[in-house]
């Protein structure tokens, strides 16, 4: 069974640039979820879409957003990249329904913004 | 919410049996604790979840007591490669849980 695969796996952008992330989850995962992870720091919750919709949502600004594809797929969009951007960027998904099942993560996206 | 508390980082070396005990006074009565496991650039990876009592599976055994108010984490015989970060998650409210919380570095010496 493939895993959840990000892309890029390593990002460089300028301040003020606009980033889109990319996740495909395990095969009939239909949740998605965002973290992001500062270096050295404990992950903060971004984003949960579920069946396409926006479940939950992390105390992060607007220019945070993103959205589900209906083959369950996501992306993550940044808008006006500021510096304290520069994270570790994950992507977890779950199968429908299993409110206790573990999240599956994948390896994420380094994004260093200069 | 059922936050938890962790150590911020624990020391052992290899052979050693290591216990991370994790504090969550508020869980509800549908919550389950999990707990994951990171490496330095990686996702965290599921280790194991219980609700009650005593789970056991390959890599490591979750003790909860009976008011479920903490719960330790068990690693025998730690060896180099299970040097991580440890994260205890509860769900909140029988829903799934989604904040993680600092964690705990656990350091394997030789």
């Known amino acids: 069974e493939a895993g959840v695969t990000q892309s890029p796996t390593h990002l460089i952008k300028t301040r003020g640039q606009q980033v889109t992330l990319r996740c495909s989850p395990i095969?009939?995962?239909?949740?998605v979820y965002w973290y992001q992870q500062a270096l050295g720091l404990g992950l903060q919750f971004l984003l949960w879409?579920?069946?396409?919709?926006?479940?939950n949502r992390g105390n992060f600004p607007p220019r945070f957003s993103g959205r589900q594809f209906p083959n369950y797929s996501s992306e993550l969009n940044v808008n006006a990249l500021e510096l304290e951007d520069s994270a570790l960027y994950l992507c977890?998904?779950?199968?429908?329904?299993?409110?206790?099942?573990?999240?599956?993560f994948g390896n994420g996206t380094r994004l260093t913004v200069t | 919410l059922a936050k938890t508390t962790q150590p911020i980082s624990m020391d052992s070396y290899e052979g050693q049996e290591v216990n991370i005990t994790c504090s969550h006074n508020?869980?509800?009565?549908?919550?389950?604790i999990t707990w994951y496991q990171q490496f330095p650039s990686q996702g965290p990876r599921f280790i194991i979840q219980?609700?009650?009592t005593k789970v056991t599976n390959e890599v490591a055994s979750l003790f909860i007591p009976a008011d479920r108010k903490s719960s330790t984490l068990s690693l025998p015989r730690v060896s180099l490669s299970d040097t991580a970060v440890y994260y205890c998650?509860?769900?909140?409210?029988?829903?799934?849980?989604?904040?993680f919380g600092s964690g705990t570095r656990l350091q394997v010496q030789p």
């Open positions: 977890a998904s779950s199968p429908r329904g299993a409110e206790n099942s573990p999240l599956h």
């Open positions: 095969s009939g995962h239909t949740s």
């Open positions: 879409y579920d069946e396409g919709e926006e479940r």
């Open positions: 508020n869980i509800a009565t549908n919550d389950y």
């Open positions: 219980g609700y009650k």
């Open positions: 998650l509860v769900g909140e409210k029988g829903r799934r849980a989604l904040t």
